[in-house]
């Protein structure tokens, strides 16, 4: 009961804020929020507020693939998806094997600054390693930063590279307050001013969402053998503890928690124990 009272008193306090201007248009967000599913609550908001009428480029969005960058074979079987061979063996992925064609994460956001003209991607290794006073880069000790007031120090368009067994980079879209998702939820009350990153990476709404899509498409001969895994393009939330999630599940041997957030799954994504970076391309 009390833990509910402090929620419920948290929300009410949430709410009470001034609310901060929703993200404007900008043209990293214009072509990051195309390759998510054609129901995404963000994608669906943005067109909202911003009038700008985007389309999914597949409608049940874009898979993760290790090594995955565009090409014109991409879309070349749009709206469905293309097939490539995995060149080399990882967690998920099998060599030699055929999965469906998507981004990792790396490809995803150089794809995002190739079509809005920023410097190509730097080698993430070295993003993490430049360390402080590098000019492309923000960089927070791990003590530093508070999660819920950074996003007064963040740009969209920023880039939080973090140091797993494959170095990951996603994308700052701003906060919950500020796409005005979630303002009801008293669960999210706390986490509205945390930071929000579009990425391809994993998730647990992917797996079957895929699988799915695979078996409507078995009679097609193109997709024999075709293999799909638990990631793709998708929005976390930064920093939220994994137990004040609304939704915990283990998919492929991996345990996510995650908020549904007008229907669309938001992952928790943890910084403990993590080195992390903020790159501003």
């Not at 999965?99 to 070295?126: E, M, Q």
């Not at 303002?183 to 969402?209: K, M, N, T, V």
Request: with cysteine.
């Amino acid at each position: 009961m009390r833990l509910k009272r402090l929620i419920l008193l948290l929300a009410c306090l949430a709410l009470a804020l001034p609310a901060r201007a929703a993200p404007p248009r900008a043209p990293e967000l214009d072509e990051a929020l195309t390759w998510l599913e054609t129901n995404n609550a963000f994608l669906r908001q943005y067109n909202r507020l911003t009038g700008a009428g985007l389309e999914a480029v597949f409608a049940a969005g874009t898979p993760y693939l290790f090594g995955g960058r565009w090409t014109r074979a991409m879309v070349s079987r749009r709206p469905d998806y293309a097939r490539r061979t995995a060149y080399e063996d990882t967690d998920f992925f099998v060599k030699g094997k055929t999965y469906l064609y998507g981004f990792d994460c790396s490809g995803y956001i150089k794809r995002i600054h190739s079509k809005t003209g920023k410097r190509d991607l730097p080698n993430l290794g070295a993003i993490l390693r430049s360390g402080r006073g590098n000019r492309h880069n923000i960089v927070f000790s791990e003590d530093e930063p508070d999660l819920s007031t950074l996003h007064s120090r963040l740009q969209v368009g920023d880039l939080f590279v973090v140091r797993t067994r494959y170095n990951h980079v996603m994308m700052y879209i701003g906060t919950l307050r500020e796409w005005e998702l979630g303002l009801d939820d008293p669960w999210l009350a706390p986490y509205l001013d945390y930071p929000l990153c579009i990425h391809c990476g994993l998730s647990p709404a992917y797996g079957r969402r895929m699988t799915n899509w695979m078996r409507k498409h078995r009679g097609d001969p193109y997709y024999r053998g075709v293999l799909t895994t638990d990631g793709g393009v998708n929005v976390s939330i930064l920093g939220v503890p994994a137990l004040a999630a609304h939704h915990h599940r283990t998919v492929q041997n991996t345990f996510y928690s995650y908020f549904l957030v007008d229907s669309t799954v938001v992952t928790i994504y943890s910084l403990d124990g993590r080195d992390w970076v903020v790159n501003r391309p």
